[in-house]
């Protein structure tokens, strides 16, 4: 059996409830991480995949804390008691927006139909959580001697579709933003890199988008180009596994594409 990658670690994965964070949670926990600790915004729902991932994996210390990415308190509260229950911080995912459903919480649209509430609850939610979070984050992990950080983006940061342009627009701000963090944390031994999915097979956004109207039409077309087929949650968690881990020791400021085959970006 090959030796586990993350032994003793302490990871916080958000938005952990579903989808790629629960995924992730559990591949950091088979890879030996000591503490992981599970985000989202239902302590229902929060405590049962807590509960259930603890019964898979019995030797990883499995938590749930609530908190609202839209929220800095929640998120200064958040971190601190990560601190306390993990007595640290080595692996930092942001996976989980600052609003439901797709990235800042409203269905992709043309510009001209995005009322300009819209438009600022998908910049906050995409981009100001992810700042926010790494700004608890950073500190967390040069007090470790090093660590990793990954964000959970999309292939809208780096290819422009329509119906997308203020989700581009915030995701393209998201992935600068870690690569000019990548470029100053190197010197802490703080690894920061970008996952850039396009569509996700079995999640909850997947059937979201599917629903109907323009958003329908335009990932029908998109998924179509997936030559290798959509990737799943497990697909995505993999490889933020290897992100996380010394196997990607030389890894940092990257925005890693992961479409089976959707674009070349």
Known sequence: MPAQTLTGKVALVTGSTSGTGRATALAFAREGA????????????????????????????????RADMNRLEDIAGLFARVGELGGGLDIFVHSGYGTSGVA???????????????????????????????????????????????????????????????????????????????????????????????????????????????????????EKRATLGLPGPDDLANLISFLAGPLAAHITGQMVSINGGISGA
């Open 104 to 222: 800042g919480g409203a269905l992709p649209d043309l510009f001209e139909a995005m009322m300009p509430e819209k438009s600022a609850a998908a910049i906050t939610g995409i981009f100001l959580s992810l700042v926010h979070c790494c700004h608890f984050a950073v500190p967390m992990l040069k007090a470790r001697g090093g660590g990793a950080i990954i964000g959970v983006i999309s292939d809208a940061a780096k290819v422009p579709t329509p119906g997308e342009a203020v989700h581009g627009g915030a995701l393209a701000g998201s992935g600068m933003f870690l690569r000019g963090l990548a470029r100053e944390m190197g010197r802490y031994q703080i690894r920061v890199n970008a996952v850039c999915p396009s569509l996700i097979r079995d999640t909850r956004n997947y059937e979201h988008v599917m629903e109907g109207g323009f958003a329908r039409q335009l990932f029908q077309k998109i």
């Open 34 to 65: 000591s503490v992981v600790v599970l985000n989202g915004r239902d302590a229902g729902a929060g405590e049962r995949v807590r509960a259930d991932l603890a019964a898979q994996v019995p030797g990883t210390a499995f938590h749930f804390l």
